[in-house]
Structures are given as C-alpha cells and as structure tokens.
C-alpha cells in the first residue's frame, strides 16, 4: 500500500494558545468538546456552535480526562484520580494508581466502550525511563495494573470499532502496539507491535479511531496526522500548519470533524514565528466519520 497525502483544509477554530493542550473529548450531549492544559492545570471545554469557550484552573497539572456518565469530569492528575464536578468546581479524590513510583505522572486516559477509564502513566524526570506503566478504573472505582509492560511516555490509547482491540504508544518510542481486549472483564491479551513508526512520521503521540477501524495518530515531531489501516499500513496522512499536534478527537453533530490539541511549550522563539497559533485547536473534515465518546460509567 503506498500511503498519500491528504488535500485537507485545517483551521484554526480556537487561538487559545495552550501550553500543552491534550485529552480532547467530544460530548454528543453537550455539543462540546473538552480537553485538558496539562502544564498549566487547565480543562477547558468549548462549543462550536456559538463559539463559547469556559475555563476552569485546577490545583495539580492534568494528564488526561474523560466525560463522566453521572455528569461532570473524571480527570487524571498528578495527585491521582478525580471525579471533578463542573458546577461547584468540587474534586473528589478516587485513587493514587502509583504512590511508589513518585518520578511518574499520570498521562493520556480515555474511556473504553465498557464504561472503564483507561490511563497510563510516564516517567515526569528529566532522565526518562521506560517507567510508565497502563492502569484500568473500573465503574466500582477499583484501579488496577492491566499491563506491566514499561514505557517512557503512555500515549496513543483508543479502541477498534467493535472494542476487541485496544491501541497504546510511547510517544518516546518508535512504535504503536496493539492489545487484544475482553469487552466482559476488561482483560488485555499480550502486547504486540501494531505499526513501525519512522522518524518522517514522527514520534506517535495522541490517537483516535475512525469508523472504519483505522487508527489516527499525531505525529508530534512531525508537523503532521497520520492514518493507519486495521492492519497496521500507513494509508494516509495530512500535513498540519503546526509543528507538534498532540491529539485528535472527531467530533461534530456528524461526527465527520476531526479536532486536534496541539502545544507551544518548549518551542523557540523561531518556531514560534514560524507557528504563531502553536497550542491552539485545530479542525479538519478528512472524509470519514469516527467513533462516539464512550462516557465513565462510575
């Protein structure tokens, strides 16, 4: 399979200029999408059929989030996990998945078909490890280990259309890996290698699934957005105007607009030149509609 380049437009929907946006979660019922500032301990959520976009400061940096069923947030933060009520700004503090392993964080989460919150975590020193590790929090807000194999920085989490198939990168790393799931228990089989990821493609960061089972994935080095088949060939990919996206999420009312989070931190005075809107929210119509946003069920 030859892979091709895209002739998509992306906009810029939202200067919002994060330092590090990620987590992008698409809410049917609110006609929203949610993500997180991770850096700067921000979720923000914003509604593109009237442009309003809200804000709320949280008191720890902020990995990931998923919408909760029940209503509100579960956020995964450097303190632990949280379910986090948006009237009354209110945490409420579930689980430390790692209270031994203080060098981590919590990282990438996301809400499988099942109703449990997926998250990994990743080593938040200077001198990374391949330390992360995957954990499950089910709707009894049990946490456990559900993959004991190590990486530097958890990326990458999404399922296939039919929930069989759980994905997971390190976005250190030069490869994307794929698990086999059990919808009734939540067990994962061994892990495998998905796809081989080049340093053209950039290194495999944030990711979601189409409704024809391919895997989108940021490459976070490379400026650009790139699709995988079922089978792990590169089909397709899009040049962005911006030189690290993090994450897609589709969303819309059709669920045909492919939203992208995207970071400014740690970029130089020339990039930023060069990337003005570096950390804002982009949007593209790549002609395939994705999946809906599974809510936590606890």
């Known amino acids: 399979m030859t892979a091709t380049c895209l002739d998509c437009q992306v906009d810029c929907v939202l200067d919002v200029r994060n330092r590090l946006g990620e987590s992008p979660a698409w809410s049917a019922r609110e006609g ?3 993500w997180v500032d991770i850096t700067a301990a921000r979720v923000h959520r914003f509604r593109p059929a009237d442009g309003a976009h ?3 400061q949280l008191p720890a940096v902020i990995g990931s989030l998923g919408l909760r069923e029940a209503g509100g947030l579960l956020l995964a933060m450097k303190t632990g996990l949280h379910l986090f009520d948006l009237d009354s700004g209110a945490l409420e503090f579930l689980c430390q998945p790692e209270p031994d392993v203080p060098g981590n964080r919590l990282n990438d989460g996301k809400v499988a078909p099942d109703g449990s919150f997926w998250v990994g975590t990743m080593d938040d020193r200077p001198q990374k490890e391949a330390t992360g ?4 929090l089910d709707a009894q807000h049990r946490c456990r ?8 920085v958890s990326n990458g989490l999404a399922w296939s259309p039919d929930g069989r198939t759980l994905y997971h990168s390190d976005s250190r790393g030069a490869a994307i890996y794929r698990y086999a799931h059990d919808l009734a228990t939540g067990e994962i089989g061994p892990r495998e290698v998905f796809a081989s990821v080049p340093p053209e493609c950039g290194r495999p960061d944030g990711a979601a699934v189409d409704a ?4 989108w994935s940021c490459g976070i080095s490379a400026g650009r957005l790139n699709r995988y088949s079922p089978d792990g060939e590169l089909m397709a990919w899009v040049e962005l105007p911006i030189s690290h996206p993090t994450m897609p999420c589709f969303g819309g009312p059709d ?3 492919l939203y992208l989070t995207s970071l400014r931190d740690g970029l130089d005075d020339e990039a930023l030149a060069r990337t003005p809107q570096a950390g804002s929210l982009f949007a593209l119509r790549p002609g395939v509609a994705g999946l809906p946003t599974s809510f936590y069920a606890g």
Do not use: P, Q
Request: proline share 0%; net charge positive; with cysteine.
């Open 133 to 136: 590790r995957l954990y499950r």
């Open 32 to 34: 929203a999408l949610y």
């Open 212 to 215: 024809e089972g391919c895997y």
């Open 255 to 257: 669920l045909r607009t």
């Open 54 to 56: 809200h804000r709320w």
């Open 145 to 152: 280990r559900a993959a004991e194999e190590g990486v530097i």
